[in-house]
């Protein structure tokens, strides 16, 4: 059974910094996309960054520069390092893992996210 559970969301100053993970079970993280995305209130799902299984990275100009995407893959979790952070930053973060096959099936898995605050 899959699984995809996000943790070290909170409360941080404007500037501070949290790391977040992205825990999985039932699959292994190295061998899909895995990517986070956040969403504000009144706002639509916004991407952040993706980790390709190959390796590859991508950002969204928003967090290009203060966020890093990771893998570990003896603990399958994926991490999202959030440095400078901002009130604007201000979401619940999401992690998903996707893999599309040869023949067109598609794995689609998402987290239930964690809550990021920058505030003073």
């Known amino acids: 059974q899959v699984h995809i559970v996000e943790s070290g969301g909170g409360l941080v100053q404007p500037g501070g910094s949290l790391r977040l993970s992205c825990a999985a079970s039932?699959?292994?993280?190295?061998?899909?996309?895995m990517s986070w995305h956040r969403q504000a209130p009144g706002k639509e799902r916004e991407f952040l960054a993706f980790l390709s299984a190959g390796g590859t990275t991508n950002y969204a100009g928003s967090v290009k520069g203060r966020f890093t995407i990771s893998r570990d893959n003896a603990k399958n979790t994926v991490y999202l390092q959030m440095n400078s952070l901002k009130p604007d930053d201000t979401a619940v973060y999401y992690c998903?893992?996707?893999?599309?096959?040869?023949?067109?099936?598609?794995?689609?898995?998402w987290g239930q996210g964690t809550q990021v605050t920058v505030s003073s």
């Open positions: 039932g699959f292994t993280v190295s061998g899909y996309t």
């Open positions: 998903n893992a996707r893999r599309t096959y040869a023949l067109g099936r598609t794995d689609d898995y």
